[in-house]
T-cell receptor, first 113, second 109 residues
């Protein structure tokens, strides 16, 4: 158990819909990262927040957005969902920027029908 | 971040040492080598990292060649629970991890 929690575990929705994935980092960790793992693209970095501020962006679609709240939990919002958005979404946390080890949560499996 | 090359799959007998190679010939002087693994569809798990010197922790050892163009992750006494995909990642110690396709390690009973 990494100490990072993600909800929900599974999510099934239809194309065109909007969903929110939630992540609670380890206690005291200020950095939160989001990754997407799909069958054809592998594990890809989406975005990072540090203490409430966006710090780094990866291959995140414009239909996706994220935020980190004052209590440090983070949410990833996916809108206008397409079949290709079906994937595992992982959240990770680390104590500070530049820290070498990221602690990953168990992931949210999103299925878009 | 420098590109890494890993064999797609490897087998290792239970109880033996598993040696997983990684080539990173374009690594720059201040880039680190990280290893993570992913068991089935669980979240990736950090194993070890290094810059120049060999490193060891409770999970594994990391051997980096003197020219830093390749490295080897060693699991000293592999168990069935070590069956996973192992990712070698090279970056500057920044936060964005770029995962390749990794090596699927299967531990054989």
């Amino acid at each position: 158990d990494s100490g990072v929690t993600q909800t929900p575990k599974h999510l099934i929705t239809a194309t065109g819909q909007r969903v929110t994935l939630r992540c609670s980092p380890r206690s005291g960790d200020l950095s939160v990262y989001w990754y997407q793992q799909s069958l054809d693209q592998g594990l890809q970095f989406l975005i990072q927040y540090y203490n409430g501020e966006e710090r780094a962006k990866g291959n995140i679609l414009e239909r996706f957005s994220a935020q980190q709240f004052p209590d440090l939990h983070s949410e990833l919002n996916l809108s206008s969902l397409e079949l290709g958005d079906s994937a595992l979404y992982f959240c990770a946390s680390s104590p500070r920027t530049g820290y070498n080890e990221q602690f990953f949560g168990p992931g949210t499996r999103l299925t878009v029908l | 971040d420098a590109k890494t090359t890993q064999p797609p799959s490897m087998d290792c007998a239970e109880g033996r040492a598993a040696n997983l190679p990684c080539n990173h010939s374009t690594i720059s002087g201040n880039e680190y080598v990280y290893w993570y693994r992913q068991i089935h569809s669980q979240g990736p798990q950090y194993i070890i990292h290094g810059l120049k010197n060999n490193e060891t922790n409770e999970m594994a050892s990391l051997i980096i060649t003197e020219d830093r163009k390749s490295s080897t992750l060693i699991l000293p006494h592999a168990t069935l629970r070590d069956t996973a995909v192992y990712y070698c990642i090279v970056n500057f110690g920044n936060e964005k991890l770029t995962f390749g396709t990794g090596t699927r390690l299967t531990i054989i009973p």
